[in-house]
């Protein structure tokens, strides 16, 4: 019986933001992440005697707009093994847009990794990272678990990511703060797009998460959680910084992420362990302690009444249920 593939989403403390090559993403640069325990994706990818894929969501049927770039990433399979096949792709997403995590990393994972089970390509984790990749450029990191760095390359096959530790015996554990607010969506590829073609600042940008990402491992090396937190917070803001300096000028913060970036402040002034991290979005994720994390908790929810806080730890890599 064809096995489901399970693929948990992963927060960049290094992040990756612009493309040197659209097609087959591929970055300017490296970038590390960590994968979490909650968030998932389970998709499960059957062939069917068809010309067209079907796509399912959370039990609904997707129309053509939603399921497009899905419907995309299936030629592009197609095209990379050479087969005919068209699918039945059957996903259910755990990854609740309430927690605040984008799901596109899970979600290619998941997919690359259904494919890979129904049609028996017999993929190495490189290769499903390579093909994860095509999907969606953070995908490529939800192959491993723990802290995973991902190669930029040059072309489709140099580019994927690799393990740097699964199973990191370390006091981190991350705090989501959801805002409860709809504002407009940039996507991130529209807004890295917009950041490298019109930042003055983005060449400062490659020269900076080079040294950071050698310096990150060395402190994911040395378990300095410190270190760790200083750096992706100050990463985190950088990238932020390509998108307040873009032409048109651009910000995925809310007022709330600003007032929850001041109480992080205020809360390390206590002698609290925190650190955030900020995708593209709103949101803000708190780089925490096992000690500290019912504090921050604490502190950000007597603060701010519209918002919510999900807890998650380290998680795992790919696995087929
Ligand atoms: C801010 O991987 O969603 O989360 O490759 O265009 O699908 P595409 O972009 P995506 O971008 C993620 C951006 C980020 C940083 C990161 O995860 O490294």
Redesign the pocket.
Known sequence: MTKTARAYT???L????G?KNKQY?L?YTN?L?LTLDRFYTDTLAEVIDNDRDIISLNNEVLNDTKSQRIRNYLDTVRQMYSFDDHFQITTVNHVPTSAGF?S??SG?AALAGAINETKQLDLDRKQLSILA?N?????S?SIYGGFVE?IAGYDNLSSFAVPIDETPEIDLTLLSVVINQHSKKV???V??KNSVKSSPFYSNWVTLVSSEIKEIKQAIAQKDLQKIGEISEHNAMS?HALTLSANPSFTYFAPETIRIFQLIQEIRHKGIFAYAT????PNVKIICTKESIQKVQTYIEQQLSNVTTVVANIGHGIEYI
Not at 14 to 17: E, G, R, S, T
Not at 135 to 139: D, E
Not at 278 to 281: E, F, K
């Open positions: 992963n927060i960049a290094i992040k990756y933001w493309k993403k970055p970038s992440s984008a596109s990393a290619f990749r999907g969606s450029g953070s995908a990191r991902w996507s991130s590829t807004g890295m990238m900020i995708d593209a979005g």
